[in-house]
């Protein structure tokens, strides 16, 4: 069957009120999964665009420890990287004791491995995170940055070294925000009829950021 246009004028009451529910629908639920993500992601639109003008002092925390003789010889141990630079994960063995002693779960990532150490990043929304592990003596440094929450949401807005899962959850959001905006236009346009502002209101919306643009960013 055949889905007939949809149009403002010349649509039957009936059929107009089909589309205006049906459109009312899927904006109240769009708007409601959107709802928290867009406080979210415009508090931090804010927070991103002042940034300099927010303080913060980072905490950093510094743990070192010994490694035991026979977790040490692991990063000397037959099929770990030789020459003057290599990446493999650290071994199993090895990440078990650091999630034991220092309660710090690592997953299978390379770290970079050189003669002198093994060197592991650990980037993280709002910090940053390293651990080092001289392969000689088996001495582990490891080191966490904090720098607060405000910085946390703003990585969070940004999906700086938030994961797989962040990164699906901003597509379906972007997807959510799509439907809510576009079903959205079409309500507006089955209404406009009886409210002459609101072209010129949609117009606005498009004129003022396009001039700030052409005038104002170079």
């Not at 770290?111 to 592990?133: F, M």
């Not at 346009?189 to 170079?218: D, E, N, Q």
């Amino acid at each position: 069957m055949a889905i007939e246009p949809l149009t403002t004028n010349s649509a039957s009451p009936a059929r107009r009120a089909y589309w205006l529910k049906t459109l009312h629908q899927w904006h109240w639920i769009s708007s409601a999964l959107c709802l928290v993500g867009l406080l979210l992601f415009a508090l931090t639109g804010i927070t991103l665009n002042n940034a300099s003008r927010i303080g913060a002092t980072p905490k950093v925390t510094s743990l070192k420890q010994q490694l035991p003789p026979p977790v040490a010889a692991l990063l000397n141990a037959p099929g770990t990287p030789r020459g003057d630079k290599g990446s493999a994960p650290l071994p199993p063995a090895l990440r078990d004791w650091i999630a034991q002693h220092l309660k710090l779960e690592l997953d299978a990532r390379d770290a970079e491995w050189s003669p002198e150490e093994v060197y592991l990043s650990l980037p993280r929304p709002g910090g940053d995170a390293w651990l080092r592990v001289d392969r000689a003596s088996g001495a582990l440094e490891y080191e966490l940055t904090d720098r607060g929450w405000i910085s946390f949401l703003n990585d969070l807005h940004k999906g700086r070294n938030t994961g797989a899962a962040w990164s699906w959850f901003i597509d379906v959001f972007a997807a959510a925000c799509l439907v809510f905006s576009i079903t959205g236009l079409f309500i507006l346009k089955m209404h406009a009829g009886h409210r002459p502002i609101t072209w010129p209101m949609v117009g606005a919306g498009l004129v003022i950021p396009l001039v700030l643009a052409i005038l104002f960013i170079h």
